[in-house]
Structure formats: structure tokens, C-alpha cells
């Protein structure tokens, strides 16, 4: 490919983290084929391309494409000026040509054709996909194209890569089917319906979808609940949601005495989108089947034939994968969170006092983890305040979670000591008792004094600071009572330290994830915090800790986030 200016040693550089990912995803296309970056220095390639090029992949990765294999017909460097690829790279357009040359490791010249096209990594990251053929594999007895079918060969491969990359870079089930009806649609048709089974084998139509103009529109009143899927019916639907086949099907298919009531449903689907020509595909999984994808024209010209229906059953099987995928993945948040939700306790109602809870699971991992919040009353009328982190963000952490904070109410209700005398107790306990390697905690005590003011006391076992913002908005961190993370087993003193909280003020307590992004000191999250909270200060107590989570978590975060605040009376 083409970057931008020319670079020594072909703007070589290291082999990207994700490559053995893209280098399985283009081992699913059966020609030559590779991946570029933005500067068009490739990230991946196939085994066809070592075979097509007889170059290594050492030798490829990393460099520029352009400068690497472009030349002319008489095997001289191609001037980036007269590279019709390098136009097509820099526009951001699908682009083709049936001549080309490439040269191969051993010098030799290589006639070639090559399609190239967009190609969406997921996230930020863009990238171009290149497929070439050698022009001596295109005689005729090479695989011929068929005239009837949707898309040339090189199209055809590069929209099922697309495929794979973009329904399997997501495990959102309604991003997933998003992409797939922008990949079809209007590439292929100009209408998608996808009708799915749900876990209790309910029929639902989640999508239809067409293309006028330029904007995709959604017909709510054509989606919803559906019959049920006869065992019997031979219609072409019917067929696809048991899994049986692919079909084509018109107007016409359902026109005679339904016998079923999906049939009745899709007589309704055609009469209301003026789809003449269709063509359905099961979506299916390797444990089961998932639904169906209906491909349907209305304002294109022309039917769907049978040589189209490999591309479209070959969509459908990999939608199938990334839903099940998907869905699986939902499944297992679902019942991560609910156990969360158990796990982490409700805030007991005390006189006088305002205070929120939050919790944000770590967005890539099971939806549990091991940072908690607690608040619950003494029996000498005082309200202890907790919030830590137990190291990791799963289900063991989770479960050394649950031990350390069930540990620590058992020890603050007997002892009746101060905060730091309970924590050296639990960390002792931590030590003998559980399979926590380390955690960090916050443990405060909470009173009203006989004048009417809030007493604060507090120890720090390596938790960042607890946050007093006051009514006017000066923000301050409470950098006292500091000592060492539970679980080290130095057994070294802890202290306590207290503060009067100023009428009106707002007590922060939250975990590292709140504060902490790579390439980012902690000062800066710290910061950070300060300055977004000082600015709230005046918000309601909900509306100014959701702000503060929106403002202050990093966009890169990789943690869950525990967050406790509340808010002592202003004076009457």
C-alpha cells in the first residue's frame, strides 16, 4: 500500500499486538489478501499472500505496501502519482483494477488484479483491505464468475471478512446487528428483516430496516412479537427458522391459503414494503439456531437467484457465531451483576444525613470485581463508613470482597474501638482466615455531636483520600490517618485522624478506578477529581455524584469504580 511520504527501510515497523488476530480473520478468504494502517504500512497478511509474493511474514509486516510491491509493467518502481490504489487509499473508497504488477521476493514480476476497500478494526482504529489474484489464476478454467450472482469474487471476499471483523469486534447484541444491517444494506438489498429466537423460544421480529436514500429507516410497527415456528411448514421462513435451508421467496410465495400464522405475517411483510424479490437464510450457531436474515428488493431492479444464496447463508453463519458469542456474554453479565447487586449492601437511613451509592463494574471483565462500598449503623448510635478494594476485578475478587467487608461489620459492631483498632484486627484476620492477597480500605465513624455538628474519624490502610467539598466549593483531601494496604503482614501501628465536616459539605469515598488512567500519574486523576467535584458542589446529591462519574472517569478505564458520598445538613 501507500503512505503518505517515503520512509527508510519501507517505514518498517513492530508487528502490531492484534495481528494473529487479523492474520485468522484473513486466512477465511480464499485469495491473497492483507491489512494497512492509516500510514499504509501493512498489519497482517494471509498464507496466501506468502504463497502469491513468496515472501515471509517477517518480511511483510510493517512496511509500507506501496513502496514494498508496486511497480510498473516493466518491473520499475510505480510513482506514487500514477498508483490508481494509492488514489483509492487516500480517498477512503472501494476501488478495482483487472492489471497491476507486483514483485516477489525472488525479483520476478507479478501480474495481478486487486480490489481494495475500508476495512473497520472496531474502536478508533482504521484500516484498508487489499485482495489481489494473480492474473494467470483468472483463465477459464478457473472457478467462473457467475453473471447472476450479487458480487464479483473479490467483493464478495472482502464483505465476508468484514463480516467476521465487525460482528465479532462486538459483544453487544444490538451493535451487532446494527453492523450487519449496515453491511448488507445497501450493498446487497435495500430492505433487511431479522427475526430471532429468544431463549424461550419465542419468534421476535427484531429489525426491519430499508434504505431510502441516503438514510437507513426502521419500521417499528412491522417488528414484534411473531407466531410460533410450525414443525411442519415448508414455506421458505419457516424452513430457515428450524434451521433447515436457505430459499428464495416473492409475493407471490405467500399468497394462497396460509398455514401457519408467520405465513400470514409475511404475506403482511410483503404487501407493506413492496419487497418483489427475497432471499432467507438461517442464522445459526454451532449449538443452535438463532433466527433468520431476510434480504429483500423493492426499489432495486432485479431478483435474487440461486447462485446468490451461498454469499447469504455464508453472512448469516458468521452473524450466527458473533450473536451466540454475544449473547453468551449478556448471559453471563446478567448473572454477574445480579450476584453483584446481592453482594453489595443498601444504605441504612440516618437522621439528618444525605447519601448515594455507586457502583460501575470494569467493562471487560465479568461484570464483578472486587471494589465495595459499606455503611451501617453502630450500636452506640454513630453510622460507620467503608469503601475498598480488594486486588482484581472477577469473581474471586468479588468473593474476597464479600469476606472482607462481612469481616469488618462483625469487628466494628463487638469491639466497639476506634476505626484503626478494627482495621488492625481485620488485617490480621485477612492474613489467617481468607484468599485475599492485599486490599486497600477506608473505615470511618460518623456522629453527631451535643452541638449539633458532624464528627468525623477515620484510619487509611493504602486507600486514596477521602474528598470534603464544602457548600462554597472548596475542595480538600483528607490526607491524615494514613498507613499500609491490609495483607502485607508488617503489622505495623495504624492511626486514626478526625475532622469536623463544615455545615452543608459533601464526603467523597471511592476507589482507584474513579482516578487512575494509563499514562497518567495519580496526582493528575486526584486533580482531576478536585476540580469536578469543587464545581458541583451546589448539585443535588444524585445528580452531583452521577456528574462526577460522567466528568472524572478516564474514558480508558479498565477497573470497576465504588463510590460513597453524603452530605451533612446546612444550619437553620
Given at each position: ?416 474501638q476506634p476505626p484503626s483498632q478494627i482495621v488492625e484486627r481485620l488485617d490480621e484476620a485477612v492474613l489467617h482466615i481468607t484468599d485475599v492477597a ?135
Amino acid at each position: 500500500m501507500e503512505g503518505p511520504e517515503h520512509t527508510g527501510n519501507h517505514g518498517k515497523r513492530p508487528l502490531a499486538p492484534h495481528a494473529a488476530g487479523l492474520t485468522e480473520t484473513l486466512e477465511a478468504i480464499g485469495t491473497g489478501a492483507y491489512l494497512v494502517d492509516e500510514q499504509g504500512r501493512i498489519l497482517a497478511v494471509n498464507s496466501r499472500t506468502e504463497q502469491f509474493l513468496d515472501r515471509p511474514t517477517e518480511d511483510l509486516f510493517g512496511h509500507d505496501a506501496h513502496d514494498l510491491l508496486h511497480r510498473d509493467a516493466h518491473g520499475h518502481p510505480l510513482p506514487r502519482t500514477q498508483c490508481r490504489m494509492r488514489q483509492a487509499f487516500h480517498a477512503g473508497r472501494t476501488a478495482q483494477a483487472d492489471e497491476d504488477y507486483f514483485v516477489r521476493g525472488d525479483g520476478a514480476l507479478l501480474p495481478i488484479s486487486w480490489l481494495i476497500t475500508p476495512f473497520d478494526l472496531g474502536g478508533h482504529e482504521h484500516s484498508t483491505l487489499v485482495l489481489f489474484q494473480p492474473r494467470h489464476l483468472r483463465g477459464p478454467d478457473s472457478c467462473p464468475q457467475s453473471a447472476t450472482t450479487l458480487l464479483p469474487e473479490l467483493e464478495r471476499l472482502a464483505l465476508l471478512a468484514a463480516t467476521t471483523t465487525q460482528l465479532t469486534s462486538t459483544l453487544d447484541v444490538e451493535e451487532a446487528l446494527r453492523r450487519l444491517v449496515a453491511l448488507v444494506v445497501p450493498r446487497l438489498a435495500d430492505w433487511a428483516i431479522i427475526d430471532l429466537i429468544t431463549e424461550r423460544d419465542e419468534v421476535w421480529r427484531t429489525v426491519v430496516a430499508e434504505m431510502d436514500g441516503e438514510d437507513l429507516v426502521h419500521h417499528e410497527e412491522l417488528q414484534g412479537p411473531m407466531p410460533p415456528v410450525p414443525g411442519e411448514s415448508p414455506m421458505p421462513l419457516s424452513r430457515a427458522l428450524r434451521g433447515v435451508a436457505s430459499a428464495l421467496a416473492g409475493p407471490q410465495t405467500y399468497q394462497g391459503p396460509p398455514d401457519s400464522g408467520i405465513a400470514v405475517e409475511q404475506r403482511r411483510l410483503f404487501d407493506a414494503t413492496g419487497i418483489h424479490s427475497a432471499a432467507i437464510a438461517p442464522i445459526r450457531s454451532t449449538r443452535a439456531v438463532l433466527g433468520a436474515l431476510t434480504l429483500g428488493r423493492a426499489k432495486q431492479p432485479g431478483d435474487f437467484g440461486t447462485p446468490d444464496l451461498p454469499l447469504i447463508e455464508d453472512i448469516a453463519r458468521r452473524a450466527g457465531l458473533a450473536l451466540d458469542n454475544a449473547r453468551l456474554y449478556q448471559r453471563q453479565r446478567k448473572v454477574a451483576e445480579t450476584m453483584q447487586n446481592h453482594l453489595l449492601p443498601q444504605m441504612p437511613r440516618v437522621p439528618g444525613l444525605q447519601m448515594t451509592v455507586r457502583y460501575l463494574p470494569a467493562p471487560d471483565a465479568s461484570q464483578v470485581g472486587g471494589d465495595w462500598y459499606d455503611a451501617f449503623s453502630l450500636g452506640d448510635g454513630a453510622t460507620a463508613l467503608a469503601i475498598g478494594d480488594v486486588v482484581g476485578h472477577d469473581l474471586e475478587a468479588a468473593a474476597g470482597m464479600a469476606q472482607v467487608r462481612n469481616m469488618l461489620r462483625a469487628y466494628a459492631w463487638a469491639l466497639k474501638q476506634p476505626p484503626s483498632q478494627i482495621v488492625e484486627r481485620l488485617d490480621e484476620a485477612v492474613l489467617h482466615i481468607t484468599d485475599v492477597a492485599m486490599a486497600t480500605m477506608i473505615l470511618a465513624r460518623l456522629e453527631e455531636t451535643h452541638d449539633d455538628q458532624w464528627k468525623l474519624s477515620w484510619t487509611n490502610a493504602g486507600h486514596p483520600p477521602p474528598l470534603l467539598i464544602s457548600h462554597d466549593g472548596l475542595a480538600d483531601y483528607l490526607t491524615e490517618g494514613h498507613g499500609i494496604l491490609l495483607g502485607t503482614g508488617s503489622h505495623k501501628p495504624r492511626t486514626d485522624a478526625s475532622a469536623l465536616l463544615p455545615p452543608g459539605s459533601t464526603l467523597l469515598l471511592y476507589t482507584d478506578g474513579l482516578i487512575e488512567e494509563p499514562g497518567h500519574t495519580l496526582d493528575e486523576g486526584l486533580h482531576r477529581l478536585r476540580q469536578h467535584a469543587a464545581a458541583l458542589a451546589h448539585r443535588p446529591l444524585a445528580s452531583f455524584t452521577d456528574q462526577l462519574l460522567r466528568r472524572v472517569r478516564p474514558l480508558a478505564n479498565d477497573d470497576d469504580v465504588a463510590l460513597l458520598a453524603l452530605r451533612v445538613p446546612t444550619r437553620t
